[in-house]
């Protein structure tokens, strides 16, 4: 039977988290997050994951303090967590945009050491100078170079790694591109995995490609089985053309699981959480972001607004902006008509996540057939509580999963590579 992939991402500093909750501890202590990674490691997950935030985000010139709080540099609390932890994977985010491959490799080669082979690295991108304001070079990149800039770091990087021999001799390296051009000797030598695992988040073409020909794994986001099933044949789809095989990069979308003792507790459960979660305010916060303008005095019980998009705006700062403005305002509009939805009704149904929502058994059953039916190979769970979030999927789901015998009973290997039965990278001599 396919073998099912899970990870953990720790919920960080966004509006998925429910502030309100008593039980909502703090997103930045270093318990909550061992906590999170010793509760995904006993249910045998493949990796604990880390998002990664440069710059505060800003709502008309403001600090946006309804999920702003900061987030700490994910390589620093990994280093930690390999200490609490023996067998988790341990990946974090890193943009390819503000760093430079030789200190970034460096760094990712010393986790892997650490954790015995456990180290991954999330490549995520920034095309916005407001992000860019924060570090030296103090502007950005166009859109179309910022993959072209990833995809070099990406191979500098493995080349640094390479340039220690398996058996411990030391090399020095010389690369020589469009966005570098360094040389000299790497200081770290060859890791437990050979390289981290490197992950990628986007569903851009641009991302898709980027994907296809570098990464062990893409963090997704689709709303349907469908939609699953045609995402994962179409990334499957281009991995030929690198030379690669169809197991070689793992399809595991970011989806939130909500589980009650019946289906309708469950339902329940799930529409309380979505209220806590898209409060008055961060209805209107969502419409704004397409919109591109101040809303505030719209009342977010009510219709949605008459007027279009403002394509250039910058009144929403630190948030990936919506590509079409247009289009997104027509579909909310397409949703609310037809539903006799309000702002924040809409709001509600178009920003979830897809989420997997029912009693233990509902969820572990729909869980396998997206992997079964090829429109996943795993999934990153992404909690709606710090740090506690985790505990009920593992105590009640993970063990139906077991049964099933789609889900691991232990680890069989020591590595991410091994959890995730992807192949160890040959040396480049």
Known sequence: MKQMHLAAHFPGVNSTTVWADPRSRSQIDFTSFEHLARTAERGKFDFFFL?????????????HDLDVVGRPESL??????????????????VNATFNEPYELARRLATLD??????????????????????FRRGGYLDRADRYTRAAEFVATARELWDSWTPDGTSRPFAHSGQHFDISGEFTVPRSPQGHPVVIQAGDSD?????????ADVIFTRHGTLEAGRQFYADIKGRLAKYGRQPGDLKIMPGVTVVIGDTDAEAQENAAEIRHQQVSPQNAILALEQIWGRDLSSYDPDGPLPD????????????????????????????????????????????????SFIGSPATVAAELEKFVATDA????????????????????????????????????TGSTLRSHLGLPRPLWKS
């Open 113 to 134: 050491h650490l954790s015995d082979g456990r180290a991954a690295w999330n490549v995520v991108t920034s095309s916005d100078a407001f992000t860019g304001e924060n």
């Open 206 to 214: 641009e991302g898709r490609e980027f994907a296809a020909s570098a």
């Open 51 to 63: 998002a990664e935030g440069l710059r505060l985000r800003e709502h008309n010139g403001l600090i």
């Open 76 to 93: 620093t609390v990994l280093n930690a967590l390999a200490a609490v932890t023996d067998r988790l994977g341990l990946a974090a985010t």
């Open 307 to 354: 007027i279009d998009p403002d394509p250039a705006s910058t009144l929403v700062q630190g948030r990936v902006r919506v590509a079409d403005p247009l289009a997104a305002a027509a579909r909310w509009r397409a949703l609310s008509e037809a539903k006799g939805l309000s702002i924040r009704q809409t709001a509600i149904e178009s920003t979830a996540r897809q």
């Open 376 to 411: 996943a190979d795993g999934f990153i769970l992404v909690p709606h509580l710090t740090p506690g979030g985790l505990d009920g999927f593992v105590d009640r789901v993970v063990p139906l999963l077991q049964e099933r015998g789609v889900f691991r009973s232990e680890y």
